[in-house]
């Protein structure tokens, strides 16, 4: 049986951990990660066998890239829930994938007749695919359906939707988590460890790197209402929470500058790159840079007695980590497949997810903050910011 990247007891470590170092720390102390699903208390078991021991169906909203080549794969690969329902405008979409995943007609929907899922018990969790200024919408039309819910990243195109997003979630009872496979990947896992626990003594500096030659495949990416922004929402957030889960603390404040525009009719809309820094309230800071017309995928923190470092960080697979000991001997994992396992399993036994809203929005708070910065030219203070960070991460 795979694993799932963390035991109840190494969460409640770091908590303890995480708590202790930042007394304002909100969300996660006092409550159960998603667990290691091999050491079920009696407990877990009832809460498994309510639900008649099946898979938990999910519902995929929007069948582009990500859903085709990622997700829907990985969903062949999960123990604790399986692909059960589509939601797409495309008809000639929703019947390739009948054909494919053998999903019956009552189980597809469409953009209209989405909000009918609501009668439907195949349906456990509603998976929110598609374009970043869609999440909060469906997101809260999914909640209201009474459906637990995965939202993509970004988790919207502003601090104010993912509050309204928490909110839906919370009043209808249901989960809320964002689609942040790195969380479940153990090499970034290893990073976190790393740094947190100060393995390598104080981390001074972090380097976090994150950009990609953008093709016009996807044309609202490069468009503002459907965006939100360039590739600091869509990839540069990867640096961003990177460099906040190998520190393990939020900045008090950030800089930032804009890269020249090099393409003007592709840049019309959306910035090309922006570089950005975060000041954290030691000392230490984390240089970081997204670009969708520059390729680099790095996240490397100097400490004090050594520096530990992954190249590629941030890619679905083959990611590499080496440290001034030598490299890391850590297997890549299926990302999405423990993703989703490991909220099923917060589901079935009724725990908090360590991806949660609150995550998702601090990350747009800091994504607020970075575009201020590089607009005005001024360090912005985060010190508002929603304080939440990940548990220490554990090799799995
Ligand atoms: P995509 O363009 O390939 O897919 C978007 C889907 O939304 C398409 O099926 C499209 O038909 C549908 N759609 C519905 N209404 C639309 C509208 N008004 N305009 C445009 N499309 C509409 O994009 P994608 O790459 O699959 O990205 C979807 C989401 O997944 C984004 O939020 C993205 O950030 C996220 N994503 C996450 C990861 C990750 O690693 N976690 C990777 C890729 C994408």
Known sequence: ??????????FVRH??????????????AGVQACGNSEQKTSEEKEATEATGNRKLGIALV??????????????????????????????????????????????????KTFDQIVDNPDIDIVYVVLPNALHAEYTI?????????????????????????????????????IGYRLHFEPHNLEMMRLGQQEVMGKVNKIIAHNGQVQSNETPWR??????????????????????IYTKGAIPISVTAKFHPITDKEKFKEVEEGVDF??????????????SYNDKYNQLRAEAA????????????????????????DIKNVNQQARQMDAFADCVLNNKETTVSGEMGMRDVQLIEAIYKA???????????VIQVLDPVGKQA
């Open 305 to 328: 007695k050594g520096w530990f470092q992954l190249e590629p960080a941030y890619a679905y697979d083959g990611l590499k980590g080496e440290t001034s000991q030598g490299k890391m």
């Open 15 to 28: 908590v303890s951990f995480a708590s202790l170092a930042l007394p304002g720390l909100v969300t996660l």
């Open 141 to 177: 039309r999914a909640a209201q359906a009474g459906k637990h819910v995965i939202c993509e990243k970004p988790m919207a195109t502003s601090a104010e939707d993912c509050q309204k997003m928490i909110d839906a979630c919370k009043k209808a009872g249901k989960k809320l988590s």
């Open 62 to 111: 929007g069948l582009g890239k990500y859903s085709e080549e990622q997700l829907a794969p990985a969903l062949e690969e999960t123990q604790f829930c399986r692909l059960a329902g589509i939601v797409t405008g495309t008809p000639e979409k929703a019947e390739k994938w009948k054909k494919k995943y053998n999903i019956p007609d009552k189980n597809v929907y469409d953009y």
């Open 374 to 384: 590089a607009k005005t030219g001024q360090k912005v203070s985060t010190k508002d």
């Open 277 to 290: 820094q975060l000041q954290f309230a030691d000392g230490s800071l984390a240089d970081c840079k997204t």
């Open 1 to 10: 049986m795979q694993r799932l990247p963390f035991s109840r007891r190494d």
């Open 222 to 243: 490069l468009g503002k209402s459907l965006s939100g922004g360039g590739p600091l929402p869509d990839v540069g957030i990867y640096a961003l929470q990177g460099a």
